[in-house]
């Protein structure tokens, strides 16, 4: 059974940063990149980051790049996303995605 387990989420002040980790188990974690999503309200999921298999490529949205590192360590079955110089625009709940199955959220808070 696939599971993706998220940690890592808060509340931070604008300017902050927080890191989420995403514990996978129940398939081979080196055989699957990792994609990171978040989700305000009722709005759709938006693409915030995606890694390759092998952590070799990675891709990100336009509002974060150059903010967000994704990253996954393949010893640890664990992926995770870096969150520097957080904006008030990036509260949402964040989600990792891997084999088509769902992390189930994390919640970032950035407000004064």
């Known amino acids: 059974q696939v599971q993706l387990v998220e940690s890592g989420g808060g509340w931070v002040q604008p300017g902050g940063s927080l890191r989420l980790s995403c514990a996978a188990s129940?398939?081979?974690?080196?055989?699957?990149?990792m994609n990171w999503y978040r989700q305000v309200s009722e709005k759709e999921r938006e693409l915030v980051a995606t890694?390759?298999?092998?952590?070799?490529?990675?891709t990100y949205a336009d509002s974060v790049k150059g903010r967000f590192t994704v990253s996954k360590d393949n010893r640890k079955n664990t992926g995770y996303l870096q969150m520097n110089s957080l904006k008030p625009e990036d509260t949402a709940v964040y989600y990792c995605y891997a084999k088509r199955t769902w992390g189930q959220g994390t919640q970032v808070i950035v407000s004064s």
């Open positions: 129940g398939y081979t974690f080196t055989d699957y990149g």
């Open positions: 890694i390759t298999s092998i952590g070799n490529i990675t």
